[in-house]
């Protein structure tokens, strides 16, 4: 049956039919993989797995024969190839429209949501001195998670550590940012999660205690201290520097 759709004016135009737009597809690399559409999980095999994830944590497009050889570095580079064209099929066959074909080039389709594209973003927006950041809160965060837990490729284990160093910038960036602005208890929750993220952190430690001190409680800034200064000898037998230590030089037993 023929619908009206309002054009532009306001006027009605006949015979037009509105298509459901079908939901994108979702990539998860963040506490695991999952790809996913509408809310549905679709299974893949391992190798179709491990090619989405490199293309998604490469947000350019890359040459074919550098896929092939990073993905399938123990066999010869004709069977790498050819391995990477069985995958490429596969995918195909699936009816799975995920990857961009350039001639020699392959890129993951930019209608593909992928949750680390969204945190580096997400990143650069908190990170970037011009953008307003008071209207966020900690619920508009992706939830934090190792990048893609139990796989040990190289080329993850590098990504996972880029990954976990933007997180940790980011809820460092909030923490300072939201202390500015006088957003103390979001601060604080940043501050926090920073520090669970990784306790030796010293730039972390310093931000919530910066946070603290901005919302007059001494007592938790000396705290928080005297916690780091703990773990960092236990763990590191360090002293804590003095761009830390000069925050509460003007409060009483610090070091008690």
């Known amino acids: 049956?023929?619908?009206?759709?309002?054009?532009?004016?306001?006027?009605?135009?006949?015979?037009?039919?509105?298509?459901?737009?079908?939901?994108?597809?979702?990539?998860?690399?963040?506490?695991?993989?999952?790809?996913?559409?509408g809310g549905v999980a679709i299974p893949l095999s391992n190798g179709l797995q491990h090619l989405?994830?490199?293309?998604?944590?490469?947000?350019?497009?890359?040459r074919r024969v550098h896929v092939a050889g990073i993905l399938w570095?123990?066999?010869?580079d004709e069977r790498a190839a050819g391995n990477l064209r069985s995958t490429l099929w596969r995918l195909r066959l699936a009816g799975l429209d995920l990857v961009g074909v350039d001639r020699d080039y392959l890129s993951l389709l930019p209608t593909v949501v992928v949750d680390v594209r969204e945190a580096n973003r997400l990143a650069k927006f908190v990170l970037d001195p011009t953008a307003d950041v008071t209207?966020?809160?900690?619920?508009?965060?992706?939830?934090?998670?190792?990048l893609?837990?139990?796989?040990?490729?190289?080329?993850?284990?590098?990504?996972?550590e880029?990954?976990?160093?933007?997180?940790?910038?980011?809820?460092?960036?909030?923490?300072?940012?939201?202390?500015?602005?006088?957003r103390y208890e979001k601060a604080i929750m940043a501050?926090?999660?920073?520090?669970?993220?990784e306790p030796l952190r010293e730039s972390a430690h310093r931000a919530l205690i910066s946070a603290y001190l901005a919302e007059g409680n001494p007592g938790e800034a000396v705290r928080q201290y005297r916690r780091y200064c703990t773990i960092l000898?236990?763990?590191?037998?360090?002293?804590?520097?003095?761009?830390?230590?000069?925050?509460?030089?003007?409060?009483?037993?610090?070091?008690?």
Not at 5 to 29: C, D, S
Not at 52 to 62: E, F, G, K, R, T
Not at 191 to 197: F, H
Not at 243 to 254: D, E, H, K
């Open 1 to 37: 049956m023929a619908v009206a759709i309002l054009g532009r004016r306001g006027m009605a135009v006949r015979g037009a039919r509105q298509r459901p737009q079908k939901p994108p597809f979702r990539l998860g690399l963040l506490r695991g993989f999952e790809l996913s559409r």
């Open 148 to 160: 893609l837990p139990g796989w040990y490729d190289d080329w993850v284990v590098l990504e996972r």
């Open 191 to 197: 501050g926090l999660e920073a520090v669970a993220g």
């Open 135 to 146: 209207a966020l809160g900690l619920e508009d965060l992706l939830e934090a998670g190792e």
């Open 162 to 182: 880029r990954q976990r160093q933007v997180c940790l910038h980011l809820l460092e960036g909030l923490c300072k940012r939201w202390t500015k602005a006088g």
């Open 73 to 76: 570095a123990d066999v010869s």
């Open 52 to 62: 989405l994830a490199y293309l998604a944590v490469n947000d350019h497009s890359l």
């Open 233 to 256: 000898h236990d763990e590191l037998r360090l002293e804590p520097s003095a761009q830390i230590t000069a925050l509460l030089s003007g409060l009483p037993a610090t070091h008690g």
